[in-house]
């Protein structure tokens, strides 16, 4: 199936631990995304990269690391979790004029 | 049924009525809309856009509507199933470039059977 898959699912842990979260996209899109929904749906990008390379970086705790190895890879890295991490975190692939595709999320939840 | 204001958090229909979800954007330099819906446990999912050459786009059972004097933007859903049931956003555009939407706070559309 043509998608935007990422694991895991759910991602339960402990405050001040470290996490990845992994995204994969075979549409052959070449911008990549992450966003965060919080408690109350509302959708914020984080993240944004084209052919591997960081196009957008919005107001995100330096925790927050993103590594994409090729334009079909985009991983989540987050440093030392804090209880204000908690969300669903989304990734999303495009083409320039096109709308994002969006994989099913990572609801992580720090205890 | 339709949300009214800026945007109503919830709308409520009978399955077979039309529903209408307004939404208002705020940068006037926007010039690509989007419509997502996002059904429980998943990511939002497209559902229909509009750029701004243009005031009505219409889909399968779904139309867009695009008032950029008052910056409004309205989704149509004629006879509203149970399946349509989820939240719905809309998401303005400075540019063509999907990646860079600004997305809405949502309206949960609830169908009653």
């Known amino acids: 199936d043509t998608a935007v898959s990422q694991t895991p699912k759910y991602l339960v842990t402990q405050m001040g631990n470290d996490k990845s979260i992994k995204c994969e996209q075979n549409l052959g899109h070449d911008t990549m995304y992450w966003y965060k929904q919080d408690s109350k749906k509302f959708l914020k990008i984080m993240f944004s990269y084209n052919n591997k390379e960081l196009i957008i970086n919005e107001t995100v705790p330096n925790r927050f690391s993103p590594k994409s190895p090729d334009k079909a890879h985009l991983n989540l890295h987050i440093n030392s979790l804090e209880l204000g991490d908690s969300a669903v975190y989304f990734c999303?692939?495009?083409?320039?004029?096109?709308?994002?595709?969006f994989g099913n999320g990572t609801r992580l939840t720090v205890t | 049924g339709e949300s009214v204001g800026l945007h109503l958090p919830t709308l409520s229909v009978q399955e077979g009525d039309n529903s209408i979800i307004n939404c208002a954007y705020s940068?006037?330099?926007?010039?690509?809309f989007i419509w997502y819906k996002q059904e429980s446990g998943k990511g939002p999912q497209f559902i229909i856009d509009i750029r701004s050459n243009m005031d009505k786009r219409q889909g399968q059972r779904v139309t867009v509507l695009l008032n950029k004097t008052v910056k409004h933007l309205s989704l149509q859903i004629a006879a509203t199933q149970p399946g349509d049931s989820a939240v719905y956003f809309c998401?303005?555009?400075?540019?063509?470039?999907?990646?860079?939407?600004?997305f809405g706070d949502g309206t949960t559309l609830t169908v009653k059977p």
């Open positions: 999303a692939s495009s083409q320039v004029g096109s709308p994002l595709h």
């Open positions: 940068n006037s330099a926007s010039d690509y």
């Open positions: 998401a303005e555009t400075p540019n063509t470039n999907a990646g860079k939407s600004t």
